[in-house]
Nanobody, 115 residues
Framework: QVQLVESGGGLVQAGESLRLSCAAS????????MGWYRQAPGKQRELVAT???????NYADSVKGRFTISRDNAKITVALQMNSLKPEDTAVYYC?????????WGQGTQVTVSS
C-alpha cells in the first residue's frame, strides 16, 4: 500500500503563489507517475499536472505557464509550485501516485484564491 500526505494549501489573493508538497510512504519502490489533481465544488476531479519517474511532465492547459511540478525520486516526494493564482484555481488539491496500475490518493488540501 501507498500512503500520501499533502501539505501547503491555504488562502491567498489572486496573483499570489502557493507551494504544495506530497510525501509518499509505504510500499513505494514501484511508483511510476505522481501528480496533482483538483476538485472544485460541484465539479469533477480534474488533472492539474503529472510527472513520471523519468521526468516526463504533463500539464492541464489551464495551468501551463503558471504551475510547475517537480519530483524527488530519492525521497519519493512531489511538489507543485503555483504562481499567478486565479480565483478559478480554488479547489481541493489531491496528490496522486500510480503504482502497477493502481491509483493512490492523498486526503486533499484546500486551496482558496480570493479576488
Amino acid at each position: 500500500q501507498v500512503q500520501l500526505v499533502e501539505s501547503g494549501g491555504g488562502l491567498v489573493q489572486a496573483g499570489e503563489s502557493l507551494r504544495l508538497s506530497c510525501a509518499a510512504s509505504g510500499i513505494i519502490f514501484a511508483i511510476n507517475t505522481m501528480g496533482w489533481y483538483r476538485q472544485a465544488p460541484g465539479k469533477q476531479r480534474e488533472l492539474v499536472a503529472t510527472i513520471t519517474r523519468d521526468g516526463r511532465i504533463n500539464y492541464a492547459d489551464s495551468v501551463k505557464g503558471r504551475f510547475t511540478i517537480s519530483r524527488d525520486n530519492a525521497k519519493i516526494t512531489v511538489a507543485l509550485q503555483m504562481n499567478s493564482l486565479k480565483p478559478e484555481d480554488t479547489a481541493v488539491y489531491y496528490c496522486n501516485a500510480n503504482m502497477r496500475g493502481m491509483n493512490y490518493w492523498g486526503q486533499g488540501t484546500q486551496v482558496t484564491v480570493s479576488s
